[in-house]
């Protein structure tokens, strides 16, 4: 049986609003789609379907050339024109049918680092639910920003929008660097600094440059996990040191691994405990890189807010052998959405690192680096990081007494010198993700402190973030959380008595 050609079809009557050579198209295409018009199927001439359906020949010519050039009619020369063989909705559209072609079913294989890729987090838009440790957005200063963006906008030249340095915006380093300088005790000159999307970005392209498979990496224990999963992508051989009161135990690092590749340290503001890593320890840290030859990655992710005196200088700042990365963030500082960060690196590796950035997205938003540039010269970052300090100490202050008072006897708070989180170790013999869990259903996101632990035993503890939140959010979350609690403590009490009861 021969398919029908479009002298059988019925088309709906054009619309007023779309030209005719649209809905012409649109009508032999959706006929194709739908099996009106076979494949192979041969397709009137243009004059006989200009002459049927009341068109111009040209009407009829433009809407044939947009289905050619799209894949669903064929031209041959000399014999007219075919509804194609092969579809382009061929290769969009997943294979279903037993006559679908084998190899749209037959699966992809994956590098190594993909198997150990986990699910990346969704995040709320919405307004965070205490106690996540977010920056403190509601006191950013978004008027000012918008104000300096515009008349950069307004006044941006050629050469600002070319293409640019993968190093980074050339006053934009400049200023970072005068920067660091004076703020954190770091020597360097712009031409070690690297522009980046943050810290993250930062240490993946340490890991590029620096790290092979394999390579032995010491990491704090606890840390981010983010962190350790990114060098275990790697691979690399992840040799945990465990963390006190004074940071990294460099001694027991030395123990685990004389010779390690990179060591990966939160020295000024340890995360998630917290404790400042001291001069004594820094001077070894330094000693054990220089010795073993090993690179040192120091974080600097929230120096700036500190409220019991002044910032710790720069471990990097009292580096002599050429063996640490800094790196920091306006990230955690600022807005979460502002991806720039820094890293400072030995004279030696800026070509090796400038290389990477080219390599991988060639460079961060030059606008963005710009509207930062003049934010920092014109003092507003200063001031805002002082504005910030005070508003974090009061808001620390007011969930410092809500745990005192609403927690006592069941949670102890740790105290807290810097940053935008603390800690809270859990008594009663409660595990942290019990609390985690009713916490959530009541209301309020918390974080277990194992959940940042690689092999060190810790007590049961949790993350408490403080930055964004106000005195009415802060007290509301710890009743909230006290509830969860006293849920959790009721729970481990049932469990107890009926082990009692079990043993007579």
């Not at 939160?266 to 001077?283: C, I």
Request: glycine share 8%; net charge positive; aromatic share 6%.
């Amino acid at each position: 049986m021969s398919a029908r050609t479009t002298h059988e079809l019925a088309f709906a009557e054009p619309s007023s609003d779309a030209p005719l050579w649209q809905w012409l198209y649109g009508e032999i295409r959706g006929a194709i789609l739908d099996g009106r018009l076979r494949r192979g199927t041969r397709v009137p001439a243009t004059r006989a379907l200009a002459h049927r359906y009341g068109v111009s020949r040209g009407t009829v010519v433009t809407a044939f050339e947009q289905l050619t050039a799209e894949g669903y009619l064929d031209g041959r020369v000399g014999d007219g024109t075919y509804v194609s063989v092969r579809l382009p909705d061929d290769f969009t559209t997943p294979a279903s049918s037993p006559g679908a072609p084998n190899e749209i079913r037959r699966p992809r294989p994956l590098s190594r680092l993909a198997a150990r890729l986990k699910p990346a987090p969704t995040t709320d838009v919405t307004a965070p639910r205490p106690f996540r440790p977010d920056p403190a957005i509601d006191a950013f200063p978004i008027d000012l920003w918008t104000q300096i963006a515009g008349r950069r906008l307004r006044r941006a030249t050629r050469t600002l929008l070319a293409d640019a340095d993968p190093r980074g915006y050339r006053p934009f380093r400049e200023a970072v660097a005068d920067y660091l300088g004076s703020a954190r005790g770091v020597r360097c000159s712009p031409d070690q600094v690297i522009v980046v999307a943050g810290i993250q970005h930062g240490l993946d392209l340490a890991i590029r440059v620096l790290l092979d498979p394999d390579a032995a990496v010491c990491l704090e224990d606890p840390c981010h996990p983010i962190v350790s999963a990114m060098f275990r992508a790697l691979p690399a051989r992840v040799v945990p040191v465990p963390v006190d009161a004074r940071g990294l135990d460099v001694e027991a690092g030395v123990r685990c691994c004389r010779r390690p590749r990179l060591i990966y340290v939160t020295p000024a503001h340890q995360f998630p405990l917290g404790p400042m890593m001291t001069v004594g320890r820094r001077l070894a840290l330094l000693q054990w890189a220089a010795e073993s030859g090993a690179w040192i990655f120091e974080d600097d992710y929230d120096s700036e807010y500190r409220y019991d005196g002044r910032p710790i200088p720069a471990l990097q700042g009292i580096d002599r052998s050429g063996s640490v990365i800094f790196s920091g963030s306006f990230s955690k500082v600022l807005l979460p959405t502002l991806r720039l960060g820094y890293l400072v690196v030995p004279l030696e590796l800026v070509d090796k690192f400038a290389a990477a950035r080219f390599m991988t997205d060639r460079h961060s938003s030059v606008l963005d680096q710009v509207v930062m540039c003049d934010f920092l010269t014109g003092g507003h970052f200063a001031r805002h990081i002082r504005r910030m300090r005070e508003i974090h100490a009061a808001r620390l202050r007011v969930l410092t007494e809500a745990i005192k008072d609403k927690l006592a006897g069941s949670a102890e708070g740790l105290s807290t010198a810097a940053g935008i989180s603390t800690i809270v170790w859990l008594q009663q013999r409660l595990k942290a993700r019990s609390v985690v869990a009713a916490a959530a259903a009541n209301g309020v996101d918390v974080v277990a402190v194992s959940d940042f632990v690689l092999s060190t035993t810790r007590p049961e503890g949790l993350v408490l973030g403080f930055a964004p939140y106000d005195t009415r959010q802060i007290n509301d979350g710890v009743t909230r959380l006290a509830r969860a609690i006293d849920k959790c403590a009721n729970a481990v009490r049932r469990t107890a008595s009926r082990r009692v009861l079990a043993n007579r």
